[in-house]
C-alpha cells in the first residue's frame, strides 16, 4: 500500500463519528422543600436476551442515580435478597425489570460512492440513522408489608445518526475498514425510559406514609433516623408505632398486613444533617426501632 492510500485509511477513518438524540434525566426545577420519602432500588432483572447482566447493573445505577438527583427522595441501599422485604428499610422498594431492549428498531442509511483516494482503494460514505427501545415493567413494593403498591412500564426511544466512512477495494469492492457509532443510542434510550420511571415512581409514592425509625431512646431524648437531609424541620409532630403481628397469607406466604401499635407522640426539637432529636409529647416512651410517621 502507497503512503497517500496509508493517508486515505486515516482520513477515512477520522470522518466516523456520531450525534446521538438522547433526552436528559429528568430533575425537578426547584428545590423540594417537603418531607423526602425513603425508597431503595432492587437490581434490575434482565436476561440474555435483553442485554443480561451488563444491562440489569447499567440500569440499576441509573435508576439509582435518577432518583437521588431527583430532590424528593432518599435513596438507600436495599437489605435483603430479592425476594423478600426487609421492612422499613425504606419507605418502599423499587423493583424492576428490562422487558424490551431493541437496540436497532429501525432504522435508514443514505450512500455515497466513488470519492477518489489513490489507486488502490476508493472512499465510500454513509450516513445512517438508527433508532433503539427500551421498556421497562416496575412494582413499587411497600417496604413494611410486602404488598404492591403499584405496577407500570416505561418505554425509552433514541435516534441516533452518523458519518459513517468506509475504504472500499476499488478492484474487488472489498471494505477494508468500516466506521462504528462511538456511543450505542440504546443507552439513551434507558436512559429516556429511566426519566419517565421516575415520574412513574413518584406519582406512586404519594401514597405510600412518611416514615422514619427511632434510633434510640434515653433520659426523655429520642433520637430519629432523619434530619436536614430528609427536610425534617424543628417542631415537626411525629406518631409513635410499633410493629407488632405480621399478617400472612397461609397458602402463599404473602405479607398482607403488619399491625402497628399505637405508642404516642413525639415532636422535633433539634434537627442535624442525617438525625434529629425529639421529646414525648402525649403517650409512653418510643423504644429503639419504632416507626415514626406524619399522621
Not at 500500500?1 to 425537578?28: C, E, H, K, V
Not at 471494505?175 to 421516575?198: H, L, M
Not at 403488619?258 to 426539637?269: H, K, Y
Request: aromatic residues 4%.
Amino acid at each position: 500500500m502507497r503512503y497517500r492510500d496509508l493517508n486515505g485509511l486515516a482520513l477515512a477513518a477520522s470522518l466516523t463519528f456520531a450525534a446521538i438524540a438522547g433526552p436528559a434525566l429528568a430533575q425537578t426545577s426547584n428545590p423540594y422543600d417537603g418531607l423526602k420519602k425513603t425508597v431503595s432500588v432492587d437490581k434490575f432483572q434482565a436476561a440474555e436476551a435483553v442485554g443480561g447482566t451488563v444491562t440489569a447493573e447499567g440500569m440499576t445505577a441509573m435508576l439509582t442515580d435518577a432518583l437521588s438527583r431527583d430532590g424528593r427522595f432518599v435513596v438507600v441501599e436495599p437489605v435483603g435478597g430479592a425476594d423478600t422485604v426487609a421492612p422499613l428499610a425504606a419507605s418502599a422498594v423499587v423493583r424492576a425489570a428490562v422487558t424490551k431492549y431493541e437496540p436497532a428498531a429501525g432504522g435508514s442509511s443514505l450512500g455515497i460512492g466513488g470519492l477518489p483516494m489513490g489507486s488502490l482503494f476508493a472512499a465510500r460514505a454513509g450516513v445512517r440513522s438508527q433508532k433503539s427501545v427500551m421498556e421497562i415493567s416496575l412494582r413499587l413494593v411497600d417496604s413494611a408489608t410486602g404488598q404492591v403498591i403499584s405496577t407500570s412500564k416505561a418505554q425509552g426511544f433514541a435516534k441516533s445518526s452518523g458519518v459513517d466512512a468506509t475504504l472500499v477495494d476499488s478492484r474487488t469492492g472489498a471494505s477494508a475498514t468500516g466506521g462504528r457509532f462511538k456511543a450505542s443510542p440504546i443507552g439513551q434510550a434507558g436512559e429516556d425510559a429511566i426519566a419517565k420511571a421516575v415520574e412513574l415512581i413518584a406519582a406512586s409514592m404519594r401514597d405510600v406514609p412518611w416514615s422514619a425509625l427511632v434510633i434510640e431512646a434515653s433520659s426523655g431524648k429520642i433520637y430519629v433516623n432523619a434530619g436536614a437531609d430528609r427536610n425534617v424541620q424543628s417542631g415537626t409532630a411525629l406518631h409513635v408505632y410499633r410493629k407488632g403481628k405480621v399478617l400472612t397469607d397461609p397458602s402463599t406466604g404473602v405479607v398482607l398486613d403488619v399491625e402497628m401499635e399505637p405508642i404516642g407522640v413525639i415532636q422535633v426539637d433539634s434537627v442535624r444533617d442525617k438525625i434529629s432529636t425529639a421529646v414525648v409529647t402525649s403517650g409512653g416512651p418510643p423504644a429503639r426501632g419504632d416507626v415514626l410517621r406524619l399522621n
